[in-house]
């Protein structure tokens, strides 16, 4: 008898088969790492819009003292995806630092850092990169190679690069975006955050190889920062069970992508679209544990899952 959890995922996936899968994973993924929710973002939003109120009527509106808040209040519409918003926010920083700041000043980078990335969110690859480059060239001049405003404008540069398909020049830059984490040490949460974006890198570009061991030893720190059950675990092990799933280990696949869902329904109850989302991911696995039993002439045989339970498989072979 086909377990109940099987049917579950596999009619979990069969639903949404047609609906954007790869993107709407992605999209969860990256809003569960960032701890945010519709409505954290809202209130982040209005928590911003009132410090930068609060700041020019102490200040003035082209006072440098604000620039802070414009930069908080541009990334807080960043987080909620309203990035033209964004745009006006970042755009308005860069006129108060042109007009108060000298050309060559550490304080130029940083608008130019913003737009950038905000530019890289929006689809804009070709603007971010020449943006990105120019904030990445003065950081390193004026605060050295290893500074962190350093990693994190070559991490944006990266993922530009990346998807302007220039692979080669991309890995390049995650290894910088890397070394300068690492700085901080080897078991940072700056250095499993860099090795989590070089991971996806490497899962796009079908090098999983590479990509395992920046997952497993990124998940290793997150453990041991936030424990064995935080709601930020769940994204890696599912990445994880993904390199698993395209290497056809399917047991560790099924393992790592159970534990993200044990996870999830914990968390956030199971109603929840994270949870939802898991059982999609656990669904394509079991499709493709069934197709390739099909294919080495095993159709209609019993297969065993990695909890031990047994079942029988009325699936039509799937192209993988």
């Known amino acids: 008898m086909i377990s109940p959890l099987f049917c579950r995922a596999l009619l979990a996936t069969i639903i949404a088969a047609s609906a954007g899968l790869a993107a709407l994973l992605a999209s969860a993924q990256q809003q569960e790492m960032s701890d945010t929710s519709g409505q954290r973002d809202a209130i982040e939003v209005g928590r911003r819009q009132a410090e930068l109120r609060e700041a020019i009527n102490r200040f003035g509106d082209s006072d440098p003292r604000i620039l802070g808040p414009l930069a908080r209040l541009g990334y807080a519409f960043i987080e909620a995806s309203r990035y033209e918003d964004a745009e006006r926010q970042f755009l308005r920083q860069a006129a108060i630092v042109k007009e108060r700041f000298p050309a060559n000043h550490i304080e130029v980078s940083h608008p130019l ?43 944006a540069l990266a993922q530009t690069l990346s998807w302007l398909g220039r692979f080669q020049d991309a890995e390049a830059m995650f290894r910088r975006a890397l070394s ?112 390739i039993r099909n294919r080495s002439g095993s159709s209609g045989g019993r297969w065993r899952s990695s909890n031990g339970s047994l079942g029988r498989s009325s699936a039509r072979p799937v192209t993988r």
Request: hydrophobic share 45%.
């Open 113 to 155: 850092h913003h737009l950038g990335e905000t530019y890289r969110r929006m689809g804009r690859s070709a603007e971010a990169e020449t943006l990105l480059r120019q904030a990445l060239e003065m950081r390193e001049r004026l605060m050295g190679p290893q500074h962190e405003f350093v990693g994190r404008t070559a991490m």
């Open 180 to 291: 300068v984490a690492e700085v901080k040490g080897a078991e940072s949460p700056e250095a499993a955050a860099a090795r989590l974006a070089f991971a996806d890198f490497y899962i796009g570009s079908f090098r999983f190889a590479d990509a395992e061991p920046l997952l497993k030893s990124a998940l290793a720190i997150r453990e041991r920062t936030f424990g064995t059950n935080h709601r930020f675990l769940p994204p890696i092990l599912v990445s994880l069970g993904r390199v698993y799933r395209w290497t056809e280990r399917y047991g560790e696949a099924e393992q790592a992508v159970k534990r993200a869902l044990a996870i999830r329904e914990a968390e956030y109850g199971p109603e929840h679209e994270f949870v939802g989302h898991t059982a999609l991911e656990l669904g394509i696995l079991y499709m493709g544990k069934v197709a």
